[in-house]
């Protein structure tokens, strides 16, 4: 979607009274539960609960009905986020059933993209990284960490909270 067009329907989300939002990477395991847990904390901790309709999904179908990686929820957990996500493949109805649809990484995003039934589910689709503050901007993506070590899985926890916190403040404001 064009940059305005794209701000202006994000902008029309602050009028809704409730906000969908889908996290997407590719396996459903590491970042997008993570993203999803996340976020849930951060509209929970502002006591607007009701408002939010929060999931995740992955482009892949490696982990259907798994638990997050371990990995992901031990570091998770030390934050005091407990990851109970059910691993599930992308589906045609989340386009509709969702407001925004965000992916991970640019690879996510094309493989959405090719996924999208049609140009309105199309223009649903963002990348995290819009999300990232200024203390971020080195990073463009968020990070598959499945083949990394700790600082791979901190380092995604690091760059969700703060994507996390931003879009929550922005898609809050009236
Ligand atoms: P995620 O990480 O996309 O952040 O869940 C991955 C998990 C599993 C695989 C790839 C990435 N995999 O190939 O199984």
Redesign the pocket.
Same mark, same amino acid.
């Given at each position: 979607m064009h940059k305005k067009t794209h701000n202006k329907y994000l902008s029309g989300l602050c009028d809704k009274k409730t906000i969908r939002v889908l996290f997407v990477?590719?396996?459903?395991?590491?970042?997008?539960?993570?993203a999803e847990g996340i976020m849930k904390d951060v509209v929970k901790k502002n006591g607007d609960e009701s408002r939010w309709i929060i999931d995740s999904a992955?482009?892949?179908d @490696?982990?259907i009905g798994d638990l997050?990686?371990y990995r992901?929820r031990t570091h998770a957990q030390r934050r005091g986020l407990n990851l109970t996500h059910r691993?599930r493949q992308i589906k045609e109805a989340d386009f509709d059933d969702f407001d925004i649809i965000i992916a991970?990484d640019a690879s996510?995003e094309r493989n959405l993209r090719r996924l999208a039934p049609t140009p309105e589910a199309e223009d649903k689709i963002m990348q995290m990284s819009e999300w990232f503050g200024d203390r971020e901007t080195r990073y463009d993506h968020?990070p598959?960490?499945? @083949?990394e070590g700790a600082e791979g899985f901190e380092l995604?926890l690091d760059l969700l909270e703060d994507a996390c916190s931003n879009m929550y403040k922005a898609l809050s404001a009236k």
């Open positions: 990477c590719l396996g459903n395991i590491c970042r997008s539960p993570a992955g482009t892949g @490696y982990h997050p990686d992901m691993c991970m996510n968020v598959d960490p499945y @083949y995604v």
